[in-house]
C-alpha cells in the first residue's frame, strides 16, 4: 500500500501510525509523511474530520463541515448545493446505511484542493458492499466548499443491492 499523508501527525498530537489508523490505513508499505513546512495542513484536517465523520456516521458534522454554500457534486448526477440539501441527501441516504468505513488509500493536496483515492465498504439495507472512489475536495475558510466525488454510480447501486437510484428517490 503506498499512501501519501500530507499532515505530519505532530499537527493532530498522534504519531504516524495512530494518524493511518484513524482513517483505517495500516502504517504497513510506503508511507510518506508531509514537507516540513506544513503547506495543506489544514486542509487535509478538514478532509480527515469528513472521513471520521462518515466513519461514525455523524451526519450533522458532515453537514457542518460544509460551507453554507457548499456543493456536494456526485460528477454522474446534479450537484447539490446549501448545507440544507445537503443535510436532505445524506439523512436519507444515511436512513439505510448500517455501517460505513472510508478506507484511504492517498491523500494529497495542492493549494487548497485535497486529492483521496479511498474504497468505501458500507453495510445498505443488510446488503454488504464495497466501491473505489477518487474525491477532489476545495477547502476555504476550515470548511468544504466543493467536494467532487467519481465512481461508477451502477457499481455503487449494485453494491448497495438497490434497483431505484436512491437520488431520484429524494427528489
Known amino acids: 500500500m503506498n499512501i501519501t499523508i500530507r499532515r505530519p501527525a505532530r499537527a493532530l498530537g498522534l504519531s504516524l501510525a495512530a494518524s493511518l489508523a484513524l482513517v483505517g490505513c495500516s502504517a504497513a508499505g510506503d508511507v510518506k509523511a508531509a ?39 456526485s460528477m454522474m448526477i446534479d450537484p447539490i448545493t446549501g448545507k440544507e440539501s445537503i443535510r436532505a441527501r445524506i439523512n436519507h441516504m444515511g436512513e439505510g446505511l448500517e ?39 476545495e477547502i476555504v475558510d476550515g470548511k468544504v466548499k466543493v467536494w467532487r466525488e467519481y465512481y461508477d454510480r451502477d457499481e455503487l447501486l449494485s453494491e448497495m443491492g438497490v434497483t431505484v437510484d436512491f437520488d431520484s428517490e429524494a427528489r
Open 35 to 73: 514537507s516540513p513546512d506544513g503547506a495543506g495542513e489544514e486542509e487535509i484536517a478538514v478532509v480527515m474530520d469528513m472521513v471520521d465523520a462518515w466513519n461514525n456516521t455523524d451526519w450533522e458534522k458532515v453537514v457542518d463541515l460544509f460551507a453554507d454554500d457548499g456543493v456536494l457534486h
Open 99 to 137: 455501517s460505513i468505513t472510508l478506507h484511504v488509500k492517498n491523500i494529497g493536496v495542492g493549494g487548497n484542493v485535497v486529492f483521496i483515492e479511498r474504497v468505501d465498504e458500507f453495510i445498505y439495507n443488510g446488503h454488504a458492499g464495497e466501491v473505489p472512489v477518487a474525491g477532489v475536495i
